[in-house]
């Protein structure tokens, strides 16, 4: 018997505060809109993705992937952010979730946590292990990341836009989030 394939970009994730919706080519413009905010990026190792130019790989990627979304505000409809699934390796039943950024207004206000409980929720459902790699230096992510229950399992060396930092390498178990 074949497992069920995974539908990396459900349209139907969402609750009271976030949506989720497949991220398309048109949603540029409105989450560039979010993105140019310097401050969103102070702890990020691409620190400079508030420029366009860099903006634009980054979104193409996002793209390309088949497994981004955009998160919409629920009742305003407002874009206020992106995240996504990456690093799919069925022989594990393992997936990472990340890439993920909000606009300043909405960080500590619980919108994070819906994103990935509606992501989490959803991907336990065929996968048993999410990964999440932060930087060393991205200390709001750390602590979210704790938040959900994920715990640090190793330290690595990782670059982007040639320039290297530490990454740490989170991992949440489907047994330690049902």
Same mark, same amino acid.
């Not at 970009?9 to 949506?19: E, H, I, M, T, Y």
């Not at 790699?133 to 602590?143: A, D, L």
């Given at each position: 018997?074949?497992?069920?394939?995974?539908?990396?970009?459900?349209?139907? *994730?969402?609750?009271?505060?976030?949506?989720?919706l497949p991220l398309e080519a048109a949603n540029y413009d409105g *989450?560039?809109?979010? =993105? =140019?905010?310097? /401050?969103?990026?102070?702890?990020?190792?691409?620190?400079?993705?508030?420029?366009?130019?860099?903006?634009?790989?980054?979104?193409? +990627?996002?793209?390309?992937?088949?497994?981004?979304?955009?998160?919409?505000? =629920?009742?305003?409809?407002?874009?206020?952010?992106?995240?996504?699934?990456?690093? %799919?390796?069925?022989?594990?039943? #393992?997936? +990472?979730?990340? %890439?993920?950024?909000?606009m300043r207004e909405c960080w500590g206000g619980g919108y994070n946590? +819906?994103?990935?409980?509606? /992501? /989490?929720?959803?991907?336990?459902?065929?996968?048993?292990?999410?990964?999440?790699?932060?930087?060393?230096?991205?200390?709001?992510?750390?602590? =979210?990341?704790?938040? /959900?229950? +994920?715990?640090?399992?190793?330290?690595?060396? #990782?670059?982007?836009?040639?320039?290297?930092?530490?990454?740490?390498?989170? !991992? !949440?178990?489907?047994?330690?989030?049902?």
């Open positions: 018997m074949q497992p069920t394939p995974i539908n990396f970009q459900p349209d139907n *994730l969402g609750d009271d505060l976030v949506k989720l *989450l560039y809109a979010v =993105a =140019a905010d310097p /401050l969103l990026w102070e702890q990020h190792p691409a620190s400079d993705r508030y420029k366009p130019e860099v903006f634009r790989s980054f979104f193409d +990627a996002a793209i390309d992937s088949g497994t981004a979304f955009l998160i919409v505000e =629920a009742t305003t409809n407002m874009i206020i952010g992106t995240t996504r699934f990456y690093d %799919y390796i069925p022989q594990t039943s #393992s997936i +990472a979730i990340g %890439y993920t950024f909000l946590m +819906a994103v990935k409980k509606n /992501l /989490l929720n959803y991907i336990f459902n065929f996968i048993d292990n999410v990964y999440f790699h932060v930087g060393s230096q991205n200390f709001r992510s750390q602590i =979210a990341v704790k938040r /959900l229950g +994920a715990t640090k399992v190793r330290e690595y060396n #990782s670059e982007t836009n040639g320039i290297p930092f530490i990454s740490f390498e989170y !991992l !949440l178990i489907k047994n330690n989030w049902i």
